[in-house]
T-cell receptor, first 113, second 115 residues
Framework: QKEVEQDPGPLSVPEGAIVSLNCTYS??????FMWYRQYSRKGPELLMY????GNKEDGRFTAQVDKSSKYISLFIRDSQPSDSATYLC?????????????FGDGTTLTVKP | GAVVSQHPSRVICKSGTSVKIECRSL??????MFWYRQFPKKSLMLMAT?????????EQGVEKDKFLINHASLTLSTLTVTSAHPEDSSFYIC???????????FGPGTRLTVT
């Protein structure tokens, strides 16, 4: 079993929809949680990061972490065609090398006009 | 966010030659850099972790003599693919992290094609 599980999709939604992307994990030592967006043929771009449990909002994006359930989510409100990309969750244990993270396999999202 | 550059963005080389890819952190000192490989529609595959001034740590199954990594300064790491073969054709991405951050910042990637 992988340490981080992420549904690969693909996920297709109409423009304006609310998108929910999720990851589950098994390592209770993970404390730092990140979401990356990757457009085709580009490097991943850091969208949001959170420490421990709770919510964090940035514009149309909201990241949620539920450590008791080992479950994290990224919500995208008012989705736009430009949000079409692959979304990767990532997590790290603060006790390991700075920055070394465990990644999910990514969820491919298409937002249709 | 922090900026990481990668050069070249695309390279085509003949089988048997070596190719060097540079990864630079432009606005922060990267104590750790990572090198990934990514196949089409697949996830990132970590190849190695390098810390400034030390030897790289390679993931299981990655040939360290084939994929030479040098992290000579806090802003530059290089990946050299030696004696490249067509099966080395892939998208190579670097990322950088520092003691100030726990997140990684990725470069734009290098597409290598070996003919």
């Amino acid at each position: 079993q992988k340490e981080v599980e992420q549904d690969p999709g693909p996920l297709s939604v109409p423009e304006g929809a609310i998108v929910s992307l999720n990851c589950t994990y098994s390592n209770s030592a993970f404390q730092y949680f990140m979401w990356y967006r990757q457009y085709s043929r580009k490097g991943p771009e850091l969208l949001m990061y959170t420490y421990s449990s709770g919510n964090k909002e940035d514009g149309r994006f909201t990241a949620q972490v539920d450590k008791s359930s080992k479950y994290i989510s990224l919500f995208i409100r008012d989705s736009q065609p430009s949000d079409s990309a692959t979304y990767l969750c990532a997590m790290s244990d603060l006790r390991t090398n700075a920055g070394k993270s465990t990644f999910g396999d990514g969820t491919t999202l298409t937002v249709k006009p | 966010g922090a900026v990481v550059s990668q050069h070249p963005s695309r390279v085509i080389c003949k089988s048997g030659t070596s190719v060097k890819i540079e990864c630079r952190s432009l606005d922060f000192q990267a104590t750790t850099m990572f090198w990934y490989r990514q196949f089409p529609k697949k996830s990132l595959m970590l190849m190695a972790t390098s810390n400034e001034g030390s030897k790289a740590t390679y993931e299981q199954g990655v040939e360290k003599d084939k994929f030479l990594i040098n992290h000579a300064s806090l802003t530059l790491s290089t990946l050299t693919v030696t004696s490249a073969h067509p099966e080395d054709s892939s998208f190579y991405i670097c990322s950088a992290a520092s003691d100030r951050y726990y997140e990684q910042y990725f470069g734009p990637g290098t597409r290598l094609t070996v003919t």
